[in-house]
């Protein structure tokens, strides 16, 4: 089973500050990369995919990806209650299979 | 909610019954999964389908089977349900195609067996 690692938390920032997520994978020929954010008793909704090397923006949220160190993280700048929930980062290797996700990071975001 | 429902949302259950879980999606996805997530392990893959009656196991997917007679239902069923598969059910539906793939999630459907 191809890893991906992702660090359990919890993660605390204070209100207004960015948070930092990370993840890292084993299998080089990862094709897709994604972030899904995971409330207390809901399902993973999805907020960042990303397929190319480099930075892409979305509103507070950027995902970065560097396929050369098999790294891929999450900022989320501005960092409101709100966002405090679970991140799941998850990899496709081939198109149609299943998603390989991390276990998860907390992230508690204190007013 | 990506027209993804699930039901029922919640059930208890004994030990060594047959259990069915049911996924519906409005949108006619060709491609539907069933994962379960438990904690310290994550979101698993039991099984998933890439077509009416076409479908194909996951990492974990002794003591299930699944179906699809039709695009939009997927079935699971626990054939005899063991304490080992007490779990939170999703299903999902991928969109998109490539590397430009995504799936999105339904409900969920919290298990006990018993």
């Known amino acids: 089973q191809k890893e991906v690692e992702q660090n359990s938390g919890p993660l605390s920032v204070p209100e207004g500050a960015i948070a930092s997520l990370n993840c890292t994978y084993s299998?080089?020929?990862?094709?897709?990369f994604f972030w899904y954010r995971q409330y207390s008793g809901k399902s993973p909704e999805l907020i960042m995919s990303i397929y190319s090397n480099g930075d892409k923006e979305d509103g507070r949220f950027t995902a970065q990806l560097n396929k050369a160190s098999q790294y891929v993280s999450l900022l989320i700048r501005d960092s409101q209650p709100s966002d405090s929930a679970t991140y799941l980062c998850?990899?496709?290797?081939?198109?149609?299979?299943?998603?390989?996700f991390g276990k998860g990071t907390s992230l508690l975001v204190t007013p | 909610d990506a027209g993804i429902t699930q039901s029922p949302r919640h059930k208890v259950t004994e030990t060594g019954t047959p259990v069915t879980l049911r996924c519906h999606q409005t949108?006619?996805?060709?491609?539907m999964y069933w994962y379960r997530q438990d904690p310290g392990h994550g979101l698993r893959l039991i099984h998933y389908s890439y077509g009416v009656k076409d479908t194909d196991k996951g990492e974990v997917s002794d003591g299930y089977s699944v179906s699809r007679s039709k695009t939009e239902d997927f079935l699971l069923t626990l054939e005899s349900a063991t304490s080992s598969q007490t779990s939170v059910y999703f299903c999902?539906?991928?969109?998109?195609?490539?590397?430009?793939?995504?799936?999105?999630f339904g409900p969920g459907t919290r298990l006990l067996v018993l």
């Open positions: 999902a539906t991928k969109r998109g195609t490539g590397v430009q793939e995504t799936q999105y």
């Open positions: 299998d080089r020929g990862s094709q897709s």
């Open positions: 998850a990899v496709i290797v081939n198109s149609g299979y299943a998603l390989n």
């Open positions: 949108e006619n996805h060709r491609y």
